[in-house]
């Protein structure tokens, strides 16, 4: 889902940072992963500026459901993850802004 919703963007805005900063063939990612709910993108470096791009989409991936891109309203409890009503199916749940991780 976060393909589809900024995935292409992201990358758009990355490479344009690079550019700027003649880093294009220099920077790499090394890990780009969900973890606790939200991606995670990790490179071998990086500017306060391209920091400040990962960071944005970082943000934005804990609101989407990272199955279909709608807007997410539940968070699965175990695998941590962000579903939309659609989405969440019989899976365990908690709504959007409170603590996955209590009962």
């Known amino acids: ?3 589809k919703v900024f995935g292409i963007q992201m990358c758009k805005d990355i ?3 690079l550019i700027k ?3 294009l063939f220099k ?3 090394v890990q780009l ?3 606790f709910s939200g991606m995670r993108l990790y490179s071998n470096f990086a500017s306060d500026e391209l920091y400040n791009i990962i960071d944005k989409y970082e943000e934005i ?3 989407t459901c990272g199955n279909c891109g709608k807007p997410a309203t539940k968070i699965s409890k175990g695998w ?3 579903y939309c009503d659609d989405c969440i199916g019989d899976r365990n749940f908690t709504e959007i802004g409170k603590n996955p991780f209590v009962n």
Do not use: A, N
């Open 61 to 63: 991936s804990y609101r």
């Open 33 to 35: 992963k969900e973890k």
């Open 15 to 17: 490479r344009k940072q």
């Open 1 to 3: 889902g976060w393909r």
């Open 27 to 29: 920077w790499r990612i």
């Open 80 to 82: 941590i993850y962000p």
């Open 21 to 23: 900063e003649k880093k």
